[in-house]
């Protein structure tokens, strides 16, 4: 039970950024709208959006742990999770 509780919260601890990201989202329209938009598209052009943003990104020395939250963006999985979350207004980001 205690292994569990740990690998769940190095987890947690490994995806805040991701998570603060969808957060920001769901609390900001604006955001959710642009996000949203991204995650909308097929998985070539949402990965080419996201390797454009993560090259501004890093151009403008953004904090490296929001652009590992975008990094995550390029998986096809979680970009189609994190869609879910923003457009069912799912909160549940376990």
């Given at each position: ?18 998570v ?10 604006e ?13 070539f ?13 890093i ?32 909160s549940?980001?376990?």
């Amino acid at each position: 039970m205690i292994r569990e509780f740990l690998r769940r919260l190095q987890l947690i601890v490994k995806n805040e950024p991701f998570v603060t990201m969808i957060r920001v989202a769901q609390e900001d329209p604006e955001i959710k709208a642009w996000l949203t938009g991204i995650l909308s598209l097929d998985n070539f052009n949402r990965k080419s959006a996201v390797n454009t943003l993560l090259e501004q990104l890093i151009l403008e020395k953004a904090p490296s742990e929001f652009i590992s939250a975008v990094e995550s963006l390029r998986d096809d999985q979680v970009a189609h999770r994190a869609l879910e979350i923003l457009t069912k207004g799912k909160s549940d980001l376990g």
